[in-house]
C-alpha cells in the first residue's frame, strides 16, 4: 500500500478502504474495494445504481472499439464473414450515438431501479463473493435461460407487424458490427434485455440464492457474447469450432445477412429441434427431407 493511500482521511474512499482492509484481512482485494464503496457512497441504491451503469458503459464500449479498429484499418480481412461490407467510420459512430442515447433514456432508469428490485427479491450485496463453483453453474443456467427466452421473443419479434414497428431498427444492418449489438428500438431492448435481467432475477426469487457480483459477472460475458456475435468475423479459433452447440458470429451474421432464422443467442439447439436453422447445411438436410417425403407419398 502506498504512502498516499496511508495518509488518506477516513472519510476518504482510501481512507475507508485502509480501515476496512485492517479489520478485514480476510477478505480479497476485490471485496475490500466493494465493502468500501457501499460504506463510502453511504446509499446502496446510488452505489449499485453507479456501479452497475458505468460497468454496462466501460465494457459494452470498450469491447466494441476492437472491433472499430479492426473494420477501420481492414485487418483479418480474410476473416469477415461478409468482406464485401465493411462498416464506415461514420456509420460506426451514427450508431455509437444512437446506442448511447439509449442507454441514458432507456437502460440508466431501468439501471437505477435494479438495487431496490435486487433487494425485494433477495440478491446478496455482502462479502464474500460467492465461490467460483457457485457462479459458475449458475451463470451456466443463465446462458440456457436467457436463450430460450431469447429465441422465441426473436422469432416473435420476426412477426410482420412486430418486425415493422419494433425489430426493423436493428436489422439496419444487413452485414452486422459489434458496437450494433444494441442498436435497436427501446422497446426491444426491454423485450429481449429481459431475459438478460429477469431471467437471473426469477433464479433468486425461486431459490433465493443469487449475489449481485455474480450478476455483474454474467452481465459481463452476455455483453461478450453479444457484441462478439455481431462482430462479422469467423476465425478458426472461434469458440463453436471446440463447442459445436455455440452459437457465434457465423450464426448470427446468417441471420442479418439473409432476415430469417438463427434466432437464438447464445447457442444452436433451439434453431435446430425447431428447424429454423439458416445454413448450407440446414437447407440441404431440409432439402433431402423434402424429396424423401415426395418419394414416399409417390
Known amino acids: 500500500m502506498n504512502s498516499t493511500l496511508l495518509a488518506a482521511p477516513p472519510d476518504t474512499y482510501w481512507g475507508q478502504f485502509e ?23 453511504q446509499n446502496d441504491v446510488l452505489a449499485t445504481g453507479i456501479m452497475s451503469f458505468l460497468m454496462h458503459e466501460i465494457v459494452y464500449f470498450g469491447r466494441s472499439l476492437p472491433w472499430i479498429f479492426i473494420d477501420s484499418l481492414g485487418l483479418l480481412k480474410n476473416f469477415k464473414i461478409q468482406d464485401n461490407k465493411i462498416p464506415s467510420l461514420q456509420e460506426q459512430w451514427n450508431c455509437a450515438r444512437f446506442v448511447l442515447l439509449s442507454h441514458f433514456t432507456v437502460e440508466l432508469p431501468q439501471i437505477w431501479l435494479f438495487h431496490p428490485m435486487a433487494q425485494f427479491f433477495g440478491l446478496s450485496t455482502s462479502v464474500p463473493f460467492p465461490s467460483v463453483w457457485t457462479m459458475a453453474y449458475q451463470i451456466a443456467i443463465f446462458f440456457v435461460l436467457e436463450d430460450t427466452w431469447h429465441y422465441f421473443s426473436h422469432r416473435a419479434l ?22 450494433a449489438a444494441e442498436y435497436a428500438s427501446p422497446i426491444e431492448v426491454m423485450i ?22 455474480t450478476m455483474y459477472v454474467w452481465i459481463v460475458l452476455r455483453l461478450f457474447q453479444a457484441i462478439d456475435a455481431h462482430s462479422g468475423y469467423e476465425f478458426p479459433w472461434s469458440l463453436h469450432h471446440f463447442l ?25 439447439w ?14 440441404k438436410r431440409r432439402r433431402e427431407n423434402k424429396a424423401g417425403a415426395t418419394k414416399k407419398a409417390e
Not at 452447440?245 to 443467442?265: P, V
Open 19 to 41: 480501515e476496512i482492509s485492517k479489520y478485514n484481512t480476510h477478505l480479497n482485494l476485490i471485496e475490500r474495494l466493494w465493502t468500501t464503496w457501499y460504506a463510502w457512497m
Open 158 to 179: 420476426h412477426w410482420g407487424p412486430l418486425y415493422k414497428a419494433i425489430h426493423k431498427i436493428h436489422h439496419q444492418y444487413s452485414a452486422p458490427f459489434g458496437m
Open 192 to 213: 429481449l434485455g429481459f431475459g438478460t435481467v429477469g431471467c437471473p432475477i426469477l433464479w433468486c426469487a425461486v431459490t433465493g440464492d443469487l449475489h449481485i457480483f
Open 244 to 268: 459445436p452447440f455455440w452459437a457465434g458470429a457465423d450464426h448470427h451474421d446468417l441471420h442479418h445477412e439473409k432476415f430469417i432464422g438463427n434466432y437464438s443467442s447464445s447457442f444452436r
Open 270 to 283: 433451439w434453431d435446430y429441434l425447431l428447424d429454423t436453422e439458416y445454413s448450407p447445411e440446414a437447407l
